[in-house]
T-cell receptor, first 112, second 112 residues
Framework: KAGVTQTPRYLIKTRGQQVTLSCSPI?????VSWYQQTPGQGLQFLFE???????NKGNFPGRFSGRQFSNSRSEMNVSTLELGDSALYLC???????????FGSGTRLTVV | KNEVEQSPQNLTAQEGEFITINCSYS?????LHWLQQHPGGGIVSLFM???GKKKHGRLIATINIQEKHSSLHITASHPRDSAVYIC??????????????FGEGTQLTVNP
């Protein structure tokens, strides 16, 4: 069975640009959540989508947004990139509570 | 004070040793997760606990809901167990959704 697929794996962007990251969940999973991991802040929750609706959002500025499509694939977008946005972005999919998560391998974003 | 605290932050062991990593949390939870992260970033979900104890191979996870404490044990440790181990909790309530709050992680190194 295919795992959670995140694309691209690596990305280098310039400050001020925008970026879109993609996450394809395990077939049948309707929940997709996104996380940011940095050396200074560790892992932090960005947002969660369930059946195309944003169900929960972390404490990130409005430059961070996301969406989920009818096939449960999700994208997150970061506009007006800042150096501090350099991080590993992970997504995880689930059937929803009370089930567990499967994580993708992440997208490593570097902003220069 | 962080909502999820792990100890120790770093742990070095000799192959074959019994290892314990601890996690304390300060909020009400619906589940606690133990995650493993290898260099390169991919995260593997090891356990999801809401009560009691679970065992998978050489790994054992326990949780004490009253004391808000969980432990991850590795028996007969091996160099391939070297990784970062992360404790994460999911809050209660429908609005918590898939929101996870993470500990800072424990870097485990097992020497041959």
């Amino acid at each position: 069975k295919a795992g959670v697929t995140q694309t691209p794996r690596y990305l280098i962007k310039t400050r001020g640009q925008q970026v879109t990251l993609s996450c394809s969940p395990i077939s049948g999973h309707r929940s997709v959540s996104w996380y940011q991991q940095t050396p200074g802040q560790g892992l932090q929750f960005l947002f969660e989508y369930f059946s195309e609706t944003q169900r929960n959002k972390g404490n990130f500025p409005g430059r961070f947004s996301g969406r989920q499509f009818s096939n449960s694939r999700s994208e997150m977008n970061v506009s007006t990139l800042e150096l501090g946005d350099s991080a590993l972005y992970l997504c995880a999919s689930s059937f929803g509570q009370p089930y567990g998560y499967t994580f993708g391998s992440g997208t490593r974003l570097t902003v220069v | 004070k962080n909502e999820v605290e792990q100890s120790p932050q770093n742990l070095t062991a000799q192959e074959g040793e019994f290892i314990t990593i601890n996690c304390s949390y300060s909020v009400g939870i619906s589940a606690l997760h133990w995650l493993q992260q290898h260099p390169g970033g991919g995260i593997v979900s090891l356990f999801m606990l809401s009560s009691g104890k679970k065992k998978h191979g050489r790994l054992i996870a326990t949780i004490n809901i009253q004391e808000k404490h969980s432990s991850l044990h590795i028996t007969a440790s091996h160099p391939r167990d070297s990784a970062v181990y992360i404790c994460a909790v999911r809050g209660r309530g429908e609005t918590s959704g898939s929101r996870l709050t993470f500990g800072e992680g424990t870097q485990l190194t097992v020497n041959p």
